[in-house]
């Protein structure tokens, strides 16, 4: 079974800096796509930061600029630096992982979620 879990969430005052990271544990052959997502109460989930195994990212602009998401293919971790951070930037943040369990298979794993507040 594969399972990921999340770190580094908190209380953080508007213009600070944050990382969650994310680690997969368990049995798989590999993992194809990372990715974080939040969602705000009453908000619909949004995708925030992807990278690729060969390293290629996309963030949607309301976060570009300001979050790095960078992932370790031997650790199986990622992680999401996050700028600048405003109070519209508060919400619940999920890791997000495209788990190749075997070479002709693939599964969807999302983390339990880490809570980020952004208020003075």
């Known amino acids: 079974q594969v399972q990921l879990m999340e770190s580094g969430g908190g209380l953080v005052q508007p213009g600070g800096s944050l990382t969650l990271s994310c680690a997969a544990s368990?049995?798989?052959?590999?993992?194809?796509?990372m990715e974080w997502y939040r969602q705000a109460p009453g908000k619909q989930r949004e995708m925030v930061a992807s990278?690729?195994?060969?390293?290629?990212?996309n963030y949607p602009d309301s976060v570009k600029g300001r979050f790095t998401i960078a992932r370790d293919n031997a650790k199986n971790t990622v992680s999401l630096q996050m700028h600048s951070l405003k109070p519209e930037d508060t919400a619940v943040y999920y890791c997000?992982?495209?788990?190749?369990?075997?070479?002709?298979?693939?599964?969807?794993?999302w983390g339990q979620g880490t809570q980020v507040t952004v208020s003075s």
């Open positions: 990278i690729s195994s060969s390293g290629t990212t």
């Open positions: 368990g049995s798989f052959s590999s993992i194809d796509n």
């Open positions: 997000y992982a495209l788990v190749r369990i075997r070479v002709w298979q693939r599964t969807s794993i």
